[in-house]
């Protein structure tokens, strides 16, 4: 079974204005490196035909399935804070929707395929490092049950990149509800205007939240629902130590799913001010910040659909403000359940932020590893300078009168044992650039099953925390 005539081309008929139609670069020699059969399966695809010739042609760009119109998708963003009103798919294509084994349509998309009209001064390529950095923080995500973009395949093009040497250059394809952000909105609303982001909302609703489609002040319901998602995820993120790194606009989704996995890493030594990204000197996007900054970004959200959401502007703005502030206890929610269940409660109590925040300030005054300390909760005691906390902790615990075994299952099936530890990544991916891929396939086999403690992947569940000291990333270009 090939791609032909399986995808569909909404966002090409509904959003005209909204992209450009591109086609990929000619890869010179493409070869497969990494195919996820899992989600092929998931997507009703023939793994093997994907991984033929005529496959491989396809997830690279070099043919296009009969019926396909690749497109480069328009968006602006705020980096860093500051606004640009036309950024892009730079090095991307849609290539089209799939509808998946469940029914849910979801994007195929080409990550490194070449320049399109959105490229500005970059050479629209990606490196084989960061294609198979992103495969593997995105399998590591779904498994940890936090929404995400996830890879299909990699293909490595046979052609080389310039970036500070020579790198082999690959193609990422890449699977996601959607590819809209907040940046399509912004720029919708700069270049085109309300009639446009009524129709780009009308797409995400039909996309994302068809149960609003038929609502009145259903414009605001979608800033609702996207703030709901948000908060969830970034409560996720926080909850596994997870720094994305590159918070734009134009990376925050409306679905809800995590994407751009470029300078995105997991903290080990808990800090809050905990940066990797090289480029994010003032620590814009450290781990703590994430939260505020989701808001903020829900808030670029918000302004380009006030027009939408009441005739009366100062109405507007007060309905729009409301779901903003809103975002915090949506946040706060979802973080302390998760955090609760970290620890083992069930219940809900009055000292239950207090309980954690202080934790959280130990965790921080004795620089502990936050996936390690978490996970071994379940059968050690916390070290001496914890004793007070572990006190109250355990008060709380036996007041819930659960079984121990029964909590301790709990907490070791939302506490990971196995994440993407940095030192373990690089060790991947250097490998991999080098043709080696057995190194990555280990690490994937430990952070797809990451609750579940196997023998024979010790290391894969300690942290190196002398390796951790000044790690950096850097944005996958
Ligand atoms: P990112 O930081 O990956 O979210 O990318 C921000 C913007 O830069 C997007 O518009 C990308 O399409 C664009 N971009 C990143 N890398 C390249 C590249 N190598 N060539 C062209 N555009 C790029
Ligand atoms: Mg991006």
Not at 24 to 43: D, K, S, Y
Not at 336 to 358: I, Q, S
Not at 395 to 405: H, I, K, N, Q
Request: charged share 20%.
């Amino acid at each position: 079974m090939t791609l032909d005539g399986m995808l569909d081309d909404s966002f090409a008929r509904d959003l005209d204005g909204m992209y450009q139609f591109t086609s990929a670069a000619q890869a010179g020699a493409p070869q497969l490196v990494m195919l996820n059969t899992a989600l092929a399966a998931e997507l009703g695809l023939d793994a093997e035909w994907l991984a033929s010739p005529a496959g491989i042609e396809v997830l690279v760009g070099n043919a296009v399935p009969a019926g396909a119109r690749p497109l480069a998708q328009a968006y602006s963003g705020h980096q860093f804070g500051g606004f640009s009103s036309r950024l892009g798919d730079g090095r991307a294509l849609l290539l089209g929707e799939l509808r998946d084994v469940r029914g849910e349509l979801r994007d195929l998309h080409l990550k490194g395929s070449g320049r399109t009209a959105f490229s500005r001064g970059g050479d629209g390529y990606a490196a084989v490092g960061p294609m198979l950095r992103e495969y593997l923080m995105g399998e590591a995500m779904h498994a940890l049950g936090i929404p995400t973009t996830r890879a299909l395949a990699v293909v490595s093009t046979g052609d080389q990149v310039a970036r500070d040497t020579m790198l082999p250059g690959a193609v990422l394809a890449r699977v996601a509800a959607s590819h809209l952000r907040v940046g399509t909105f912004q720029y919708a609303s700069v270049h085109h205007g309300t009639e446009m982001v009524q129709r780009v909302a009308d797409f995400a609703i039909a996309r994302h939240y068809p149960q609003l489609a038929e609502m009145d002040g259903r414009y605001l319901a979608l800033l609702e629902a996207v703030t709901q998602v948000q908060a969830e995820l970034v409560a996720n993120w926080m909850l596994v130590g997870f720094v994305h790194g590159v918070m734009n606009t134009d990376n925050t989704t409306i679905s809800g799913e995590t994407i751009d996995y470029g300078p995105c890493a997991f903290m080990d030594r808990f800090d809050p001010a905990t940066v990797f990204s090289s480029i994010d000197h003032n620590g814009r996007y450290a781990y703590g910040n994430q939260p505020s900054i989701v808001q903020w970004n829900l808030a670029r959200l918000a302004e380009t659909l006030l027009p939408l959401i009441d005739d009366e502007s100062d109405r507007a703005v007060e309905l729009a403000t409301a779901v903003i502030h809103g975002f915090v206890d949506r946040f706060n929610d979802t973080w302390l359940a998760g955090m609760r269940a970290k620890l083992g409660l069930v219940a809900p109590d009055a000292g239950d932020t207090e309980l954690v925040n202080d934790l959280l300030e130990l965790l921080h005054q004795q620089g502990l590893d936050f996936t390690g300390f978490f996970r071994s909760l379940s059968t050690f005691e916390p070290p001496p300078a914890f004793d007070e906390w572990t006190q109250r902790w355990t008060t709380r615990l036996r007041s819930e009168g659960r079984d121990r075994v029964e909590v301790a299952v709990a907490m070791n099936g939302v506490n990971p044992i196995y994440i993407p530890r940095n030192h373990l990544v690089e060790e991947a991916l250097t490998a991999g650039q080098n043709g080696d891929l057995a190194p990555l396939h280990r690490l994937l086999a430990a952070v797809t099953e990451p609750f579940e403690q196997r023998a024979g992947f010790d290391r894969y569940a300690e942290a190196d925390l002398a390796a951790a000291v000044g790690y950096q990333t850097f944005c996958g270009t």
